[in-house]
């Protein structure tokens, strides 16, 4: 490969590291300042079947760095969950996208989904681009992770991850005035800073 070749994609890598770097903070902000995403309040329990209503403990799935959405789609995450459904049946799984505030996924309703769409494309079919696709997806995740630890960031991001591990545990089920119910949260690589309180709006 030529050396202006060369120096062309690099170019190109770095503009991308910056670029996600400064809009990483952006939708936290807009989320906390009410702009877009879910309202602050809080959210009431549904129930949607009378196996959820016997759940014994609940355990909530955090996604690494490479996903997309909540709903797991690599082949190690997939069978992990599958085990734990299967040996563990009156344990209650649920899946969270813990890389964005507004609990919406890369590939829908956003303004760049069309690339997400394109790159998780590439990552699962094309050998050749899977390796890059898979890299630029991780990268704009890990800047998520980097917004959770950054104190100026962090506490309003963590806050509104705790909001939808709530919320998730809310709609299926998850009664709050039963702290005897236990709550468990795992996840792959790249995790987010613990977040060890209960946001206030969903206090008693």
Known sequence: MPLLDILTFLGVVLVA??????LAPLETLGWWAGWFGRPREATEPR???????????????LSGIHSVAGAAFARREIDLLERLREQLPAVEVLEVF???????????????AWFWRWAL????????????????????????????????????YNHGSADLIVDALLHRGYDLQR??????????????????????????
Do not use: C
Request: net charge positive; hydrophobic share 40%; aromatic share 10%.
């Open 179 to 204: 702290f005897q119910i236990r709550m468990i949260v795992i996840g792959d690589s790249g995790m987010l800073k613990p977040t060890q309180h209960i946001p206030q709006r969903h206090r008693r």
């Open 17 to 22: 590291i910056l670029v996600f770097g400064a």
């Open 121 to 156: 494309s590439m990552k699962l079919s094309n050998r050749a681009l899977a390796g890059l696709a898979g890299s630029v997806i991780n990268l704009r995740n890990l800047w998520q992770v980097a917004v959770s630890a950054d104190r100026r960031y962090g506490p309003l």
């Open 47 to 61: 129930f949607e079947d009378d196996s959820t209503r016997r759940a014994q403990h609940y355990l909530v799935f």
């Open 98 to 112: 813990p890389y964005s505030v507004t609990n919406r996924a890369l590939t829908g309703q956003r303004a760049f």
